[in-house]
């Protein structure tokens, strides 16, 4: 929203993992003061729009404040998260690298990031704006044995598929970064740039295809920012 401040050069940008009318990937950078986030309808269109009716026409702003980027929910009905985290309205949020805003119980799902040059998201086109809801006794783990069950039936883990999904699952719905996955999942490979255990991103991202196809796709919601890392949404499951 311009509010007759100076417009400034993108400072930041939000990139659209979920959320119509957006393809999934949507890099949108925040050029004015005051961004307003909401739902288009006949009397008003924010400056991101989106169709969702479970979204608030104001749903929340992004303000540049110093520098830095700050939310503010706008006292949505169906609220706003970063990270896991319900926002209190009208409470001014900082914003960080990597933070994952959901709108409406996760229908809506955007990421930050003042690393904006270069990037895209790479992940799986969604055929429905909310995602596919996963039962909360489908899917739990047995990290002592290297198990995951999924909907009964007990699926054991290589020893990579262990550790990707366990550093993705302890910091589930933050984007984890690349040097880190790296490094707890490739610990024996010696180092690379930087003292970084050196694998390649075809090795990574086919451990990632891996799996997806094994234990579905449904089931390990993971998207990827390229050149950053990957994030596990995983609200819904238990352990």
């Given at each position: ?31 004015e003061d ?15 729009a ?13 303000r ?6 700050v ?6 009905r ?12 009208y409470?001014?949020?900082p914003l ?6 959901k ?8 990421h ?8 895209t998201?790479e ?26 069950v ?11 598929e262990?550790?990707l999904?366990r ?73």
């Amino acid at each position: 929203m311009k509010n007759g401040g100076a417009t400034m050069e993108g400072f930041a940008c939000l990139y659209v993992i979920r959320g119509e009318p957006y393809r999934s990937g949507t890099c949108i950078n925040l050029n004015e003061d005051e961004t307003l986030i909401g739902r288009l309808s006949n009397q008003m269109t924010p400056d991101i729009a989106f169709t969702n009716p479970f979204l608030s026409r104001k749903h929340l702003v992004i303000r540049k404040e110093k520098d830095k980027a700050v939310l503010y929910d706008l006292g949505s009905r169906h609220g706003t998260e970063i990270n896991g985290v319900r926002l209190t309205s009208y409470t001014p949020y900082p914003l960080k690298n990597f933070d994952i805003i959901k709108l409406a119980k996760g229908m809506t799902v955007i990421h930050f990031s003042y690393l904006f040059a270069d990037q895209t998201i790479e992940i799986e086109p969604f055929s429905h704006t909310r995602k596919p809801e996963v039962p909360e006794s489908s899917l739990s783990f047995h990290w002592e044995k290297r198990e995951c069950v999924v909907e009964g039936k007990r699926i054991p883990m290589s020893e990579k598929e262990f550790l990707l999904i366990r550093v993705l699952y302890e910091n589930a719905n933050r984007l984890v970064p690349l040097e880190e996955i790296k490094v707890r999942v490739w610990p024996e490979r010696l180092p690379g740039a930087g003292g970084i255990p050196d694998v390649s991103l075809d090795e990574l991202n086919a451990l990632i295809y891996r799996v997806r196809k094994k234990y579905g796709k449904e089931t390990f919601l993971i998207s990827a920012v390229r050149g950053s890392g990957y994030l596990l949404e995983s609200e819904l499951i238990t352990s």
